[in-house]
C-alpha cells in the first residue's frame, strides 16, 4: 500500500462511555478503512477518558483537549485529523486549538453554540491550513442526493413549497440520562434545545436539497416539559427569496416519533418526498403523471449507486450516511495534503453550513421573544 493511500490518523474529543455519537463517529470513520483512531480526550477525567480509549482501542489517552492538539501536532506519527463529539459549548474551542495546531477537524453539528462564535470560527478556519467538516450526515444519504440532483435538473420546475419535519419522542418526559441533562442545559447546549438538536439538521436538509436559504422566518418556541429552560418543540414559517414558502417542524415531544425525518419539496412540474425511516426510497411525483418510486441503485436514477456500498435491496442507513461523509472528508485531506484543489464533486458541508446553522438558530430565538413575528435570517 502507498504511503498516499494509508489510513488517515485520527483523534477524537468527547464521544466516551455513554456517548451514543462517538460510537456512531467511530463505526463511520473505521467502515471503509480511510481513517486510524490513534488518540483521543474522551473525557477530562484522566482515568475514564483512559477507560475509554481502552474500550476503543485508542492507542494514546488525553484529559485535555489543548495538551493533546499541541502533543499530536509535534509528533511526527501525530493525528492528522480530528473527531469533535462533545456536548456544543465545547465545539468552538476545541475546533479552534485544533485548528491552529494544523489539523483537520470533523465537528458534529451545531457547529457552536452561539452565532458570534460561529462567526470567529470561520476566520479561525480561514486562517488554518486545516479543513473544517461538519457532520450534517442525513445530507449524505444517496437518496437525498438525488433529490438534490432532480431539483438542480429543473425536473421539479421552480419551487413553491418546502415541508420538513422532524420529530422524536425521547424527551416527552423528564429524564435523568447524559444525554439530556446536557442538552437541556443553555450553558452547554447554546440558546436552542429542540431547533439546536434537530432542528438544525431539518433546516440544513431542506437547503441542501433544494439550494435555496430562507431570507425570513417566524418560529413558535415551546417548552412543553415542566421546568426544562430550552425548546422541545418549534413550529417555524420559512420565507424564500423568489416567493417560496416553507414549513419546519422539529419536536422532542412527540410520542411515537422515533427519528422521524421527514422531507417534502413542491414545484410547479412535480414534486419529491422522503422519509428517513424509509431512506432508500424518494417519491417523485410529476405533475398529472403517477408517482414514480426511486429507489437507491435502482434504474430512473440520476446518481445511480453513489454512495452506496452494497446492491440495491441491502439496506443501508445511518452509519452509512455518516461514513459516506468521513469518506468524503478523506478525499478532502488528501488533495489538501497533496496540494490539490478539493474534489468539485464534494458535497461536504463546512463553515458556511455551520453558520447558516446557528443563524437559524438565533432568528428563530429572536422571532419567538418578538410574539412569533417574521425576522430576517442573517447571513
Known amino acids: 500500500m502507498s504511503a498516499r493511500h494509508e489510513p488517515i490518523r485520527l483523534g ?4 466516551g462511555a455513554g456517548a451514543m455519537i462517538g460510537n456512531v463517529h467511530r463505526i463511520a470513520a473505521r467502515l471503509d478503512g480511510q481513517f486510524a483512531l490513534l488518540a483521543g480526550a474522551l473525557s477530562s477525567d484522566a482515568a475514564r477518558a483512559q477507560a475509554s480509549a481502552d474500550a476503543a482501542g485508542i492507542a494514546r489517552s488525553y484529559a485535555d483537549y489543548a495538551e493533546m492538539a499541541v502533543a499530536e501536532a509535534a509528533r511526527p506519527d501525530g493525528i492528522e485529523a480530528v473527531a469533535i463529539c462533545t456536548p456544543n459549548h465545547l465545539h468552538f474551542p476545541v475546533a479552534r486549538a485544533f485548528l491552529e495546531a494544523g489539523i483537520h477537524v470533523i465537528c458534529d453539528k451545531p457547529m457552536t453554540a452561539t452565532l458570534e462564535e460561529a462567526h470567529a470560527l470561520a476566520r479561525i478556519a480561514e486562517a488554518s491550513d486545516a479543513l473544517f467538516v461538519l457532520t450534517h450526515n442525513y445530507s449524505a444519504y444517496p437518496m437525498i442526493r438525488e433529490a438534490r440532483a432532480l431539483i438542480a435538473r429543473g425536473d421539479l420546475g421552480a419551487i413553491r413549497l418546502v415541508q420538513v419535519e422532524y420529530a422524536q ?3 416527552t418526559e423528564v429524564s435523568g440520562s447524559k444525554q439530556a441533562e446536557w442538552r437541556g442545559d443553555p450553558a452547554r447546549a447554546g440558546a436552542g434545545g429542540a431547533i439546536g438538536d434537530i432542528g438544525t439538521h431539518a433546516f440544513q436538509l431542506a437547503r441542501f436539497v433544494t439550494g435555496m436559504r430562507p431570507s425570513h422566518l417566524a418560529a413558535d418556541l415551546s417548552s412543553f416539559v415542566p421546568g426544562r429552560r430550552l425548546d422541545d418543540n418549534a413550529h417555524v414559517l420559512l420565507r424564500y427569496e423568489g416567493g417560496a414558502k416553507g414549513m419546519l ?11 422521524g425525518l421527514r422531507l417534502r419539496v413542491f414545484g410547479a412540474k412535480g414534486g419529491i418526498e422522503w422519509h428517513h425511516e424509509a431512506p432508500e426510497t424518494l417519491w417523485f411525483t410529476p405533475f398529472g403523471e403517477p408517482a414514480r ?9 440520476l446518481t445511480g449507486d453513489a454512495g452506496s456500498r452494497v446492491p440495491a435491496g441491502h439496506p443501508e442507513g445511518y452509519l452509512e450516511g455518516f461514513a459516506n461523509l468521513y469518506a468524503e472528508a478523506a478525499r478532502a485531506i488528501r488533495a489538501r495534503q497533496a496540494g490539490r484543489p478539493l474534489p468539485e464533486d464534494l458535497c461536504l458541508p463546512g463553515i458556511a453550513d455551520g453558520i447558516e446553522g446557528l443563524s437559524f438558530i438565533d432568528a428563530c430565538i429572536r422571532s419567538n421573544a418578538a410574539g412569533t413575528a417574521f425576522v430576517e435570517v442573517m447571513a
Request: hydrophobic share 35%; charged share 20%.
Open 293 to 301: 418510486k426511486l429507489r437507491r441503485g435502482g434504474p430512473g436514477t
Open 169 to 171: 419522542d425521547w424527551l
Open 12 to 15: 477524537m474529543v468527547g464521544g
Open 249 to 259: 417542524w422539529a419536536s422532542q415531544v412527540a410520542p411515537g416519533g422515533e427519528n
